[in-house]
């Protein structure tokens, strides 16, 4: 699905893509690919493997530069901006690619991270009062002041996920793009996880959230916005009522799936592939 642009872009949109074309290797991973979604908003990447979601989040994060098209985030257009003070704004979580955090750092000490940007906190000064403020800010949203000074190598897949968020929240990043968020977690850890993207959508100032997944249940309350994916196409865009229907996603995937609500989230039930 291809969207019209006007000339004009209303600051209310935190990311915009136009016309992206991903060529690697005479393969085409992404064909066209339009898109925009609200600051504040939550916006659901769906697809089957092979769909171009995770090239879509790296070109989104500026780590994949596309073939052709232009990538907006928040007025800033890659390629006539400084593209690192553009990433500061960019929390990109990726549970296969954690970063090498030591285990011995407390829970604290990994949020306090996101300052930087780093994997370490700086040798060369001590945090002041005004950081520590911010950092300690960020752990109740997520349920986390309670193990504050837990060791990180001691956490479960789950709360080292929250961690995460709050490391990107604590780093003013005002984007927080999620691949796979709850891929290897157990059904505890995973409904932590959405947890905790939930808690992030209720606060006054939530970020623009956009998650790749393939279940519905691992999905915020507040997911406004679909996008559906295949062969790296953006085959259709809308509303979750929209687009969250067992005759839409029985299309994209290819098999029987039957979708319904439970206490305000879209759950999916397979029953088999089409013939």
């Known amino acids: 699905m291809t969207l019209q642009f ?14 992206i074309d991903v060529v690697r290797r005479g393969l ?3 064909k066209n690919v339009s898109l925009r979604v609200r600051a504040g908003s939550c916006c659901a990447i769906l697809g ?30 890659y390629g006539r901006v ?22 011995a750092m407390s829970v604290r000490e990994v949020v306090a991270t996101g300052l930087f940007g780093t994997i370490v906190l700086p040798l060369h000064r001590d945090l002041d009062a005004g950081e520590w403020q911010r950092v300690e800010a960020e752990l109740p949203p997520l349920g986390l002041d309670c193990i504050g000074d837990r060791a990180y190598g001691d ?20 984007v927080l793009l999620l691949d796979e968020p709850t891929v290897g977690l157990d059904m505890g850890s995973r409904a932590a996880c959405v947890r905790a993207m939930d808690r992030l959508m ?14 519905l249940d691992e999905l915020p309350c507040a997911v406004d916005q679909v996008v559906l994916m295949k062969a790296g196409r953006a085959v259709d865009q809308g509303t979750s009522h929209e687009l969250l229907t067992s005759t839409r996603l029985s299309d994209l995937f290819d098999c029987d799936i039957k979708v319904f609500r439970d206490n305000g989230r879209f759950v999916a039930s397979i029953s088999a592939l089409k013939e």
């Open 202 to 215: 209720q606060r006054t100032d939530p970020p623009t959230l956009v998650v790749v997944s393939h279940h």
């Open 155 to 174: 956490l479960s897949s789950g709360e080292r996920m929250k961690v995460l968020l709050a490391r990107a929240r604590v780093g003013d990043a005002r």
């Open 28 to 30: 085409a991973i992404l």
């Open 48 to 77: 089957p493997n092979g769909s171009g979601k995770s090239a879509l989040m790296a070109v989104l994060s500026g780590y994949l530069w596309p073939s052709a098209g232009t990538v907006t985030i928040h007025g800033r257009r």
């Open 6 to 19: 006007s000339d004009a872009r209303p600051a209310t949109y935190a990311i915009e893509l136009k016309g």
């Open 82 to 103: 400084n593209l690192s003070d553009v990433r500061r704004e960019i929390g990109l979580i990726e549970p296969s690619r954690t970063p090498a955090f030591k285990p």
